[in-house]
């Protein structure tokens, strides 16, 4: 596996990404469990992207101290292009935590727990998914032929699922927990599970961080393949996956109740996979240049997001 990381850019972006997680679990649970308003999650939100282009920024200078511009530039564009995508499905991963939280009525101060159980949670999957995907490219070319048609594939499932309500009662891992466990019908404050009589029981708290936990290995499953089109070198592949992945608690806050306003971003998201899918089944005939594939992206999310805000759920709906 080529890859630009050495022991030193391992070691800081660790030290990041450490710092980064300590500080959020810090500050934004200071004062205990609480309702996250718009303003404190924007605020964040802001923050999170504002230290991915930090970090982007100072391994451009050390690449265009080390190893050249060309090198800087390159990889400055891989990154930037890699956390724009894994940025954007992760914003499909929020309205499926969104639908599973309302489902369940968790409770607003229980939110963050979930969430950052969720994002710790996210983050070790893509490190075993990514240096296992890197290992195997590096082996097997052919691979990147099965990547990209899944993601075609998952594309054009996506489009078709666009606007379409999952139905967690016919989810398998609910089924199964509500078959094979005892689950209380009303929450413990932040107990996972209660004993009665002797027996344990588990509580709706449980249930929802195995369904997002399931959730975080579907949605692994879709992007990862995703950034593998734009770069093989898994330093860049986890450094955007891990930054866009540390903003998730936040834009959750952020988009809460709003995810009726994007609702065609769905489909922008489905064409940008299907996008990324055909680069990828097209990658030994034309390789399409990282700068096109950003402004790309950037320009299906900015046109999707434009046309939901324009045209509101109810009115596209109504006529």
């Known amino acids: 596996m080529e890859s630009i990381g050495n022991p030193w850019l391992w070691a800081g972006f660790a030290?990041?990404?450490?710092?980064?997680?300590?500080?959020?679990?810090?500050?934004?649970?200071?004062?205990?469990?609480?309702?996250?308003?718009?303003?404190?999650?924007?605020?964040?939100?802001?923050?999170?992207?504002?230290?991915?282009?930090?970090?982007?920024?100072?391994l451009w200078w050390y690449l265009h101290e080390t190893a050249g511009a060309a090198m800087a530039n390159k990889v400055g564009l891989e990154f930037l292009t890699g956390y724009l995508v894994e940025k954007s499905l992760a914003v499909d991963n929020i309205f499926v935590f969104l639908m599973v939280m309302s489902y369940f009525a968790?409770?607003?101060?229980?939110?963050?727990?979930?969430?950052?159980?969720?994002?710790?949670?996210a983050i070790v999957l893509r490190g075993i998914l990514i240096f296992?995907?890197?290992?195997?490219?590096?082996?097997f070319h052919w691979l990147l032929y099965v990547f990209g048609a899944f993601l075609l594939l998952t594309g054009i499932k996506m489009w078709f699922a666009a606007g379409?309500?999952?139905?967690?009662?016919?989810?398998?891992?609910?089924?199964?927990?509500?078959?094979?466990?005892?689950?209380?019908?009303?929450?413990?404050?932040?107990?996972?599970?209660?004993?009665?009589?002797?027996?344990?029981?588990?509580?709706?708290?449980?249930?929802?961080?195995?369904?997002?936990?399931?959730?975080?290995v579907i949605f692994a499953v879709d992007s990862i393949p995703?950034?593998?089109?734009?770069?093989?070198?898994?330093?860049?592949?986890l450094t955007s996956n891990v930054f866009a992945v540390l903003g998730l608690r936040a834009m959750f806050f952020l988009l809460a109740g709003m995810a009726d306003r994007f609702h065609l971003l769905p489909y922008g998201l489905a064409i940008v996979l299907a996008f990324i899918g055909s680069k990828?089944?097209?990658?030994?005939?034309?390789?399409?240049?990282?700068?096109?594939?950003?402004?790309?992206?950037?320009?299906?999310?900015g046109v999707t997001i434009a046309l939901s805000l324009?045209?509101?759920?109810?009115?596209?709906?109504?006529?």
Request: no cysteine; net charge positive.
């Open 106 to 121: 968790v409770p607003e101060e229980q939110r963050q727990r979930v969430l950052v159980i969720g994002v710790l949670g």
């Open 280 to 301: 990828m089944l097209l990658i030994d005939v034309y390789k399409i240049p990282v700068l096109w594939s950003l402004a790309g992206v950037a320009m299906i999310l």
């Open 132 to 139: 296992a995907g890197a290992a195997l490219l590096a082996k």
């Open 164 to 216: 379409k309500e999952p139905d967690l009662e016919k989810n398998p891992v609910l089924r199964w927990m509500r078959n094979h466990l005892r689950l209380t019908p009303d929450y413990h404050g932040a107990d996972l599970s209660v004993r009665r009589d002797g027996v344990r029981w588990y509580t709706p708290l449980f249930v929802v961080l195995v369904l997002i936990g399931v959730t975080d």
């Open 15 to 58: 030290g990041v990404v450490l710092v980064a997680l300590l500080a959020d679990l810090v500050l934004m649970r200071h004062g205990g469990a609480h309702k996250v308003t718009f303003k404190e999650a924007l605020w964040w939100s802001l923050g999170w992207i504002a230290l991915a282009l930090l970090f982007n920024g100072g």
């Open 310 to 319: 324009a045209r509101p759920a109810k009115a596209a709906h109504g006529g």
């Open 226 to 237: 995703a950034i593998f089109a734009i770069t093989s070198d898994p330093f860049i592949v």
